[in-house]
């Protein structure tokens, strides 16, 4: 993203253009940038070639899928209907994994007769699910176990999984009980030990303290993993002073780990892949004045995007025609929600706005359209992808025909 001749363009197209085509709120997506950030997380682990599968729950739009599988990718899936829209994709069924702490019987059955790669099993009472279902239809069903590390991610508490009092994995005692149940089994056949600490990491030193409780938990359990998956969670930067997460440095800990340990190691990144490479375009319906405080009102909201209400996210905003006009005032830029929590940031000197101008907000290709909802009977917004300076709908404006 960059301004050409004042004009905020994505790749080869202005935004303006996409405005006026397309219409606001609308979701526009990189497929340039998105073929970097893969071929970057790629070449970063490549001497150990891991098997990468996307989060698809970062962002379900299945055209964009689509092409990240063109890259080889696999998918983790965390419901039976994210595991259908990876299928629907075209990803092969042996590149994905299913997570989640309450899988249901429906959902294991499904994932079951798909053959797909691994369920990764987040409890004692999911284990014997499994096995009773496999052993009802007279199979043998590759299955991870996830381990809870206790290790501190050090991101927004909101997202962080790897943890003691997180509900997620299997404390270490559990996780022993558990390899040495699932050797006696005769319908399940244990293949991976995962885990996933949080998203949004920025330090590489979690991910160390992890590989090193997984190490040592490996050879307490004396078994042969064939895969150990490591969980997403690779930090972005949001904001220009903000830092992301060094690849390298994560790599060198991973190939000491395997040093001592031979299996394929899985990644299940969402942010990393799509964050950066997605913008939320939106027009200024009002601006409220007063003497306590102004208003920037948008046509986009919470409901298009969450982050902000969710985790206190912010999200750089840049206004579409830049006309080096700043304002004196401080805005708080808001949707038209009937919930306080309805707003995406307050900005100091940003470029002095009318009505019906245009802005963008950056880095909104992960949690962003797929955390949407129709609160206040919103339709979710049109998501394009560009290429060049090709432009495609990937998704139209959901109709209120469809809500009512
Ligand atoms: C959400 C999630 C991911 C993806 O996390 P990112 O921070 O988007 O990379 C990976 N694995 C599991 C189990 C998850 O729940």
Redesign the pocket.
């Known amino acids: 993203m960059k301004y050409i001749n004042k004009n905020l363009s994505i790749e080869k197209v202005k935004f303006s253009n996409i405005a006026k085509k397309f219409g606001t709120p609308t979701y526009c997506y990189s497929y340039g940038q998105l073929k970097e950030n893969i071929n970057t997380f790629k070449k970063s682990f490549n001497s150990f070639s891991p098997l990468i599968c996307f989060?698809i729950?970062?962002n379900t739009n299945v055209n964009l899928i689509r092409e990240i599988k063109k890259f080889g990718l696999g998918a983790?899936v965390?419901s039976m209907g994210e595991l259908m829209l990876a299928l629907k994709a075209g990803i092969d069924p042996k590149k994905i994994v299913f997570?989640?702490v309450g899988k249901t019987s429906n959902e294991i059955r499904y994932a079951i007769d798909k053959k797909i790669l691994l369920i990764?099993a987040e409890s004692k009472s999911e284990i014997r699910e499994i096995e009773k279902i496999s052993k009802s239809k007279k199979k043998i069903v590759n299955i991870g176990i996830?381990l809870n590390p206790n290790t501190d991610a050090k991101t927004l508490k909101q997202?962080s999984?790897g943890k003691k009092e997180n509900k997620?994995g299997v404390s270490e005692k559990t996780f022993i009980e558990l390899v040495n149940y699932s050797k006696l089994s005769k319908n399940i056949n244990l293949k991976c030990l995962?885990v996933?600490i949080?998203?949004?990491?920025l330090d590489y030193k979690p991910y160390e303290k992890m590989l090193k409780v997984v190490d040592r938990i490996v050879k307490k359990s004396n078994y042969k993993f064939d895969f150990i998956d490591l969980?997403?969670?690779?930090?972005i930067s949001y904001e220009k002073s903000n830092k992301k997460l060094n690849y390298q440095k994560y790599n060198i800990a991973i190939k000491k780990f395997l040093k001592s340990n031979d299996c394929k190691i899985i990644f299940?990144?969402?942010?990393?892949?799509v964050?950066n490479i997605g913008s939320l375009i939106s027009k200024v319906i009002y601006i409220k004045e007063s003497n306590k405080k102004n208003f920037i009102i948008l046509d986009a909201a919470m409901n298009d995007l969450m982050r902000p209400a969710l985790y206190g996210a912010n999200h750089k905003t840049l206004p579409v025609v830049k006309t080096n006009q700043i304002s004196k005032k401080v805005y708080e830029f808001v949707g038209p929600i009937c919930e306080s929590t309805d707003k995406f940031t307050t900005l100091k000197h940003f470029q002095k706005l009318k009505e019906k101008d245009l802005v963008v907000m950056c880095d909104v290709g992960?949690?962003g359209m797929s955390l949407s909802s129709n609160y206040n009977l919103r339709p979710k917004p049109t998501e394009i992808s560009v290429k060049g300076s090709k432009i495609n709908v990937i998704k139209k404006r959901q109709k209120l025909e469809e809500l009512i």
Do not use: L
């Open positions: 989060a729950k970062s983790d965390v997570s989640g990764n996830r997202i999984t997620f995962s996933h949080g998203s949004q990491i969980g997403g969670g690779m930090g299940e990144p969402g942010r990393s892949i964050g992960a949690y």
